[in-house]
């Protein structure tokens, strides 16, 4: 299976600056088929991202992904209050589908 | 808007089955191009994907369940199940029901629910 290791673990910043987390594949992603979602407590997860690029409906466009192959990274530009949360990739390349250990984003 | 809600025993015993249901409403399970998932998280810990069903009932595992997990449909009701035999303390988790829009990322997820195996 495809392991997907996220960086950093914890990512402490302000709100208004800019915020860039990683995700790296242990074997290429086929087709980048890579998603991005954010989780806040007691919520389930929501889809940010999809295809490595795409944003989904209702994402505001301070959110880009990008990358290809192994490494994908998620942009967050001008944090707001509410983006601060733990996000995850995951991948659909390849069965089974795997997803990232998080990266949680706090207040500084 | 599709929406979906899972239901189900908070409590299991161990060596016992888990059984959990989520039922879809705002759109019919048998539309096309959507396979229907579980995935489940472990207390403040990440995701992992159990398996997925399309409407007509072919189904796919996470082989890490090591074939505990079978997972049903039911499209005259509009839901589909999860059971997971001989469950242990290492199976408490909130389990969430997803869709997944092809070619497979996950679009709409259910509020999820705390299954805790305890004797």
């Known amino acids: 299976e495809i392991v997907l290791t996220q960086s950093p673990g914890t990512l402490s910043l302000s709100p208004g600056e800019g915020a860039t987390l990683s995700c790296r594949a242990s074997?290429?992603?086929?087709?980048?088929?890579l998603a991005w979602y954010q989780q806040k407590p007691g919520q389930p997860p929501r889809l940010l991202i999809y295809?490595?690029?795409s944003r989904a409906t209702g994402i505001p466009d301070r959110f880009s992904g990008s990358g290809s192959g192994t490494d994908f990274t998620l942009t967050i530009s001008r944090l707001e209050p509410e983006d601060f949360a733990v996000y995850y990739c995951?991948?659909?390349?390849?069965?089974?589908?795997?997803f990232g250990q998080g990266t949680k984003l706090e207040i500084k | 808007q599709v929406q979906l809600q899972e239901s189900g025993p908070g409590l299991v015993k161990p060596s016992q089955t888990l059984s959990l249901t989520c039922t879809v409403s705002?759109?019919?399970?048998?539309?096309?191009?959507?396979?229907w998932n579980w995935i489940r998280q472990h207390p403040g810990k990440g995701l992992e994907w159990i398996g997925n069903?399309?409407?007509?009932?072919?189904?796919y595992y996470n082989p890490s369940l090591k074939s505990r997990a079978t997972i049903s449909v039911d499209t005259s009701k509009n839901y589909f199940s999860l059971k997971l035999s001989s469950v242990t303390a290492a199976d408490t988790a909130v389990y969430y029901c997803?869709?997944?829009?092809?070619?497979?990322?996950?679009?709409?997820w259910g509020q999820g629910t705390l299954v805790t195996v305890s004797s």
């Open positions: 995951h991948q659909y390349g390849s069965s089974p589908y795997t």
């Open positions: 074997q290429s992603v086929s087709s980048s088929y």
């Open positions: 295809g490595a690029s």
């Open positions: 705002g759109g019919s399970i048998s539309s096309g191009g959507y396979y």
């Open positions: 997803a869709r997944v829009r092809r070619p497979g990322y996950f679009d709409y």
């Open positions: 069903i399309y409407y007509s009932g072919g189904s």
